[in-house]
Nanobody
Framework: QVQLQESGPGAVKPSQTLSLTCTVS??????????WSWIRQSPGKGLEWMGG?????????????YYHPFLKSRISFSMDTSRNQVILQLNSVTPEDTAVYYC????????????WGRGTQVTISS
């Protein structure tokens, strides 16, 4: 059974860096068919795809990472293959980054996701 679990701080101060971890079980993050997204939903808004990362063997964007254009200057992704984790870092956060953050698995890309985590609430506040 595939499961994704997001974890991280529930609150971060403005201007700091948010770091979230997605721990995956039942599926290897290095499988070349899979792409791992971070998606968020701010209060009163729809889902926003932030970006993601594919397996190291996949070809595509430099370093196999893909970014939402509006977040590209602040966001980074990494993989801890020994722990089967996908990590998000978002720099210089503002209250507008307050959201529920989800990780999700995409098959052959980021258009469709077949498994989602339950999400983790992050509040940006001083």
């Amino acid at each position: 059974q595939v499961q994704l679990q997001e974890s991280g701080p529930g609150a971060v101060k403005p201007s700091q860096t948010l770091s979230l971890t997605c721990t995956v079980s039942g599926s290897s993050i290095t499988t070349t068919s899979y792409y791992w997204s971070w998606i968020r939903q701010s209060p009163g808004k729809g889902l926003e795809w932030m970006g993601g990362v594919g397996a190291p063997a996949n070809v595509g964007a430099p370093n196999n990472k893909y970014y939402h254009p509006f977040l590209k200057s602040r966001i980074s992704f990494s993989m801890d293959t020994s722990r089967n984790q996908v990590i998000l870092q978002l720099n210089s956060v503002t209250p507008e980054d307050t959201a529920v953050y989800y990780c999700a698995r995409g098959l052959h890309g980021f258009d469709e996701h077949d498994y989602w985590g339950r999400g983790t609430q992050v509040t940006i506040s001083s």
